[in-house]
């Protein structure tokens, strides 16, 4: 019977493992994408995963070293890799969505990923970037500072990695194929930690181990939900999000979103006992989920088996207030390391209306389509009123596009810097299907910015068929939140909100249920970088759009050729 808990061994031997990986510049490794069995939930399911594990192998590694890793796929699927976080600088041809920076490596096909960890230290992770494969192709990317650095934060014991994911008891490529259509994709049966789904799941059980000083390495692999994150009677230290350091933040809850990381100590200094560990949804809008809770148990030495441990108290699932003062209140470490002051001046402003939308139903029959008030219709979703649409099909990828000059019949650059209608985003009554501005052209389209200059991006929500958070995560940069806030951006009033002190830095913003995000990033990376909420549904709803960055003027700052292994098309 599979059994979960803090895994001590493993964590201990991926250190070992790290330490001796670690004096070379750089680390490889070969990974198998591959069909195997795994028992979960009283029953045998055949997988898509890498190596024969669940969640695959972590990459351990120290700021300036450099990765390769060879991917050979044995899977029946086509799949691409993404190294979440990492900037890519001179490594374009790595970043890893379909269509955008390569085309899918196809069945008994390979491709060599390598990049150079630049100025980034914490914990990001890796996933597939092609339908919804990630939810069993995922792993940690741990990176620790370089030999004679310390971290900004008092010594620990151990790292044990925390990566919640989620659990389907069907073929998940099946879940994908029908939310690439704009159908409600059916909702996961588990949610897991480091694979394994908790002792409220019929056939799984605890494994207890014994704690000290741990720093956590806490990741959201889940798809589609985001969550609170407890563990009785213990309080966190916060001391990074997405691999960027912060000021210690004390609190008992983390809030994740899908895409996010969080590093936090936790200190066994509570009577000598058992105590769980719980991860629940964070549910911002009324949409139904898998509505589950899992959990493992931390156990003291001295703790009798026999008692059983203490549950925390977990926020209500629909606490906003609760995930908003976790968002809102880190703040990044000013002076620390890798630290860059906020850019004042900004060259690019965008306002960025985005939210659910709808399509024309074409499906033959009527199975999938939803009939709103007289019409038949599918899901979708827009940014700015385009509903992004990757490339697949017009032979090449948005990033080979680009760099043979070529982008005619692939994507376009007209990508708009606002919404074509100005109205209130926010109105609850948009919830109940004012088709007037729900529907939103399909297309695939590009926003072109100068190497190096500054973007700033109001990110609004809109209430268009349902008020809901959304985590937005950006490609090849890391960004500044300068402000959050519900209701309509009013920049007269918000501007005066703005931290350029010590904002947070970012990969992926979890934009507020009916709110806004303020963000601001030096776009000093050339090439074809994604933006798109990782809600795993939404991007192949539309929910996305791309910037194209151009050329430095020195050669380490230009598109590098495209290496010899890139798939085709």
Sequence with gaps: MKRFGFSLAWGFATIVLASSLVSAAVVEYTWDVENFTVERLCDSHVVTGVNGSIPGPAINVRE??????????????????????????????????????????????????KFTITKQEGTLWWHAHSSFLRSNVYGALIIRPRRGHSYPFPRVYQEVPILLGEWWNVNVEDVGNNASQGIVPRNSDAFTINGLPGDLYNCSQNQYRILKRYLLRIINAALNEQHFFKIANHSFTVV?????????????????????????????????GSYYMAFTEYRSSNVINNNSTTRGVLVYEGASQSLAPIMPDLPDQF?????????????????????????????????????????????P?????????GINVLLSASMNNESFVLPKGRGSSMLEALYHNNVSGVYTRDFPSQPPLVFDYTDPSLAFGNTTLAFAPKSTKAKP?????????????????????HPIHV??????????????????????????????????????????????????????????????????????????VENGPTPSTRLPPPPADLPKC
Aim: hydrophobic share 40%; net charge negative.
């Design 64 to 113: 300036g070293d450099t990765v390769i890793i060879h991917v050979r796929n044995k899977s029946p699927y086509n799949v691409t890799l993404h190294w979440h976080g990492i900037f890519q600088l001179a490594s374009q041809w790595s970043d890893g969505p379909e269509y955008v920076t390569q085309c899918p490596i196809p069945p008994g096909g390979s491709y060599r990923y």
């Design 240 to 272: 990074a999000i997405d691999a960027s350091y912060t000021r210690q933040y004390k609190t008992d809850v983390i809030v994740l979103a899908p895409g996010q990381t969080v590093d936090a100590i936790i200190t066994t200094n509570q009577s000598v």
């Design 319 to 363: 606490d906003t207030p609760t995930a908003h003062k976790f968002y809102t209140n880190i703040t990044g470490l000013a002076g620390g390391p890798h630290w860059i002051p906020v850019p004042r001046s900004v060259d690019e402003n965008m306002f960025i209306a985005f939210g659910i939308a709808l399509t024309p139903c074409n499906l």
């Design 365 to 373: 029959g009527p199975s999938g389509c939803i009939n709103l008030g």
């Design 449 to 469: 910015v100068k190497f190096n200059s500054t973007v700033q991006i109001v990110l609004q929500n809109t209430a268009i068929l349902g008020a809901e958070n």
């Design 475 to 548: 490609h090849g940069f890391n960004f500044y939140v300068l402000a959050q806030g519900f209701g309509n951006y009013n920049a007269s009033v918000d501007e005066s909100k703005f931290n350029f002190v010590n904002p947070q830095v970012r990969n992926t913003i979890a934009v507020p249920v009916g709110g806004w995000a303020v963000i601001r990033f030096r776009a000093d990376n050339p090439g074809i970088w994604l933006v798109h909420c990782h809600l795993e549904n939404h991007l192949p709803w539309g929910l996305a759009m791309s910037f194209e």
